[in-house]
């Protein structure tokens, strides 16, 4: 059976996320008070090409070995 054994966010777009207690994730948005949600495109270099591109990056899941 899966199971989650952290949760990360941060406002601000930096390279680490902070780890907290909980995450709320909103439906195709992502999660809520972290840099990267919304509907559109949040990395900087595909702002630049096109700023209304579908945002596809709202959450990572990454094994818990690395």
Request: net charge positive; glycine share 6%; hydrophobic share 35%.
């Amino acid at each position: 059976m899966p199971k989650v054994v952290s949760v990360s966010k941060c406002a601000e777009h930096t390279f680490s996320k902070s780890i907290a207690d909980s995450i709320l994730l909103i439906e195709g948005e992502g999660v809520e008070g972290d840099a990267h949600r919304g509907k559109t495109v949040k990395h900087r270099s595909r702002v630049k090409v096109d700023p209304n591109q579908p945002n596809l990056r709202q959450v990572h899941l990454i094994h818990n070995e690395l």
